[in-house]
């Protein structure tokens, strides 16, 4: 248990017939950080998630969760949580008798009062006694995620918990998830990057079974040194380049690009630089650190 | 060992809510019940009519009420010719006419039709939990075997709930029906009929659940559940032929062992020591043949 990474997978391979659905996977994800899993479709986080919480055999590779090995619920249960995809919670029970089914069968020590403290994080509250079959999608989405948060965790997984949620409830998931920021570590996949990029500080990107790249947020995006300015207008290079002398601009439509230099740091750069890009014709309409998680994922897609 | 166990009682204790709360199950509980009332009544009018012909030979009053003569009719030649021939056993023939007829009829429905019961509310009892997902919210907190063990529990504690509502459905109808009821010995005959009853229909319980483990598809596990138990009757009716026994008696006789219907005949015996050996096979083929599906789930994805 005293591994520095929540889960290490090292050339994890699964075929289903003819399809590769995990081509040599490797991937590692640090204790206590949230991670973004951003890929298409096909690209292998279902089979990811399904194989670090045990559901689905791997053909090769290997697979550590929590620093004891691969998952084995003697070891892992009530460690590991997951949030699988598409699958259907038991539609007859009522929503408290659900998770204290699940929080019993995890081991949790008072299943009644944890299922009740998980239904009100994800505002279900009002909804205990409703039959699963009763609830709206939403609702089930959310009581989905709910069970994945019962008892104390050291690894959630998510699979695409906002998917099919209303834009305000998204709102509200995404702070249920930061407020996990921390506590224990969490694997979130989605394909609302601008979810992800809110609530995540690693990210990987997956492509037919692989992870092409890795790392820090702040780091992918360039958060600590870059700066993006979108423009009303494009503005010519030359005309901008003697004020950001020395800091590498580049422009990409109606964005433009430069780095602070070591000893600049916001917002202090920004009140001496955006003035003079504005007298030198520059129309600011947006200023911010970074480029966006979209971005980098497009460029990794080439 | 013990969590394991824990986990399979937690399972079934919830499997068994869940089944009882859903529409299918109950519809076929109540059609159980229906349908050994309707044959404790068919009984009673086959009696009357018996009892009617019995009072012009006697030349005695004839009665509205069935049950007024029954003794006499229990005691009548015909009677025991065609049980003797129904059990291929004099003796047990002779014990079971001095037993309460209610409780005959209850056994001789519910070995009948507890096979086709179990076939048609638990052969999706696995497959459909794959097949939704909802497996997967289970796994990760216990163990495979743990988790079917306990649908297999939860699915036997539904059979028993059948077979005791039938049980007593049987009894208020003979209570209400006929005029020489004995209520005390009836409700005794009809609880130690209903458990052999379970003890038999449970080893095709384990035929069941042993291919829903088969597949990921409810038609399928299905389709295969009722072909199951067709081709286990079917084999064992061909083997039970004379002209197939006289060819290679002792084969065919250790063959037959593994058949649930071989044991059939041996659950009518009202001693508890002759019952003993056939319930300890049955109970054992139950496991076995759910084991047998067993090895394959432990081995595919859920």
């Known amino acids: 248990m005293s591994s520095a990474y929540a889960l290490r997978l090292y050339d994890v391979r699964k075929r289903y017939g003819k399809t590769v659905a995990l081509d040599g996977l490797t991937l590692d994800v640090p204790r206590g950080v ?114 994945g948060l019962l008892g104390d965790p050291a690894l959630i997984l998510l699979d695409e918990p906002t998917g099919g949620l209303d834009p305000h409830l998204v709102v509200e998931m995404r702070d249920v ?14 394909h609302i990057l601008s979810d992800l990029e809110a609530v995540c500080d690693h990210v990987a990107f997956m492509d037919r079974g692989r992870c092409t790249s890795s790392g820090a947020v702040d780091e992918l995006v360039g958060r600590a040194r870059l700066v993006a300015v979108r423009l009303a207008e494009p503005v010519a290079l030359e005309d901008v380049a003697g004020v950001l002398d020395g800091r590498e601009p580049r422009v990409e439509g109606d964005w433009l690009f430069y780095e602070l230099a070591e000893d600049e740091a916001p917002p202090d750069a920004h009140a001496a630089l955006v003035p003079a890009l504005v007298e030198a014709g520059a129309k600011v309409v947006e200023l911010r650190m970074g480029r966006s998680l979209e971005d980098i994922y497009l460029e990794s897609r080439g | ?106 056994h001789w429905v519910a070995l009948a039709f507890a096979p086709i019961f179990v076939a048609l509310t638990s052969s999706d009892a696995i497959s459909g939990e794959v097949a939704s997902g909802s497996v997967r919210y289970a796994l990760f907190r216990t163990d495979r075997t743990a988790w079917a063990v306990g649908k297999l529990l939860g699915q036997a504690a539904l059979l028993a709930v059948g077979l005791g509502l039938g049980a007593i459905g049987a009894w208020v109808t003979g209570y209400v029906q006929l005029a020489s009821f004995a209520p005390v010995d009836s409700a005794l005959w009809l609880a130690r009929y209903a458990a052999t009853a379970f003890l038999f229909a449970f080893a095709h319980l384990g035929l069941v659940l042993g291919v829903s483990q088969l597949t990921r ?81 432990l081995r595919r994805d859920a």
């Open chain 1, 34 to 147: 949230v991670m973004g899993l951003v890929g298409p479709n096909g690209a292998g986080k279902t089979t990811t998630f399904g194989i670090v919480s045990g559901a689905v055999r791997p053909d090769g590779g290997t697979v550590d969760v929590l620093g004891v090995g691969p998952f084995d619920s003697a070891r892992h249960a009530g460690k590991v949580t997951a949030l699988p995809q598409d699958c259907q919670l038991n539609p007859h029970s009522s929503c408290k008798q659900l998770l204290t089914f699940y929080a019993r069968l995890q081991g949790v020590p008072d299943p009644g009062r944890e299922a009740a403290r998980v239904l009100d994080v994800v505002r279900l509250a009002d909804r205990a006694t409703s039959r699963v079959r009763q609830l709206s999608h939403g609702m089930k989405r959310r009581l989905a995620v709910a069970q």
């Open chain 1, 177 to 190: 998830l930061r407020e996990q920021r921390g506590e224990r570590t969490l694997v979130v996949s989605s």
């Open chain 2, 1 to 106: 060992m013990m969590r394991g166990l824990r986990d399979a009682l937690v399972v079934a204790r919830f499997d068994l809510g869940e089944s009882l709360r859903s529409r299918k199950a109950l519809v076929f509980l109540a059609l159980y019940v229906a349908g050994a009332i309707a044959a404790v009544v068919l009984f009673t009018e086959v009696l009357q009519d018996v009892e009617e012909q019995l009072a012009e030979q006697l030349l005695v009053a004839r009665t509205d009420q069935p049950g007024s003569l029954t003794q006499a009719v229990m005691e009548s030649p015909e009677l025991h010719a065609v049980l003797s021939r129904l059990v291929r056993d004099d003796d047990l023939a002779t014990t079971l006419l001095s037993l309460p007829p209610i409780a005959l009829v209850y």
């Open chain 2, 217 to 297: 598809s409810v038609p399928w596990s299905r389709a295969l559940g009722l072909l199951s138990l067709i081709v286990v009757f079917g084999v064992h009716g061909w083997l039970s032929r004379d002209s197939i026994h006289d060819a290679a008696p002792t084969l065919v006789d250790t063959l037959r062992q593994v058949f649930p219907a071989a044991h059939r005949i041996d659950l009518w015996r009202p001693g508890l020591t002759d019952v003993a050996p056939a319930a300890l096979l049955l109970t054992c083929l139950g496991v076995t043949l759910f084991a047998i599906g067993h090895q394959r789930f």
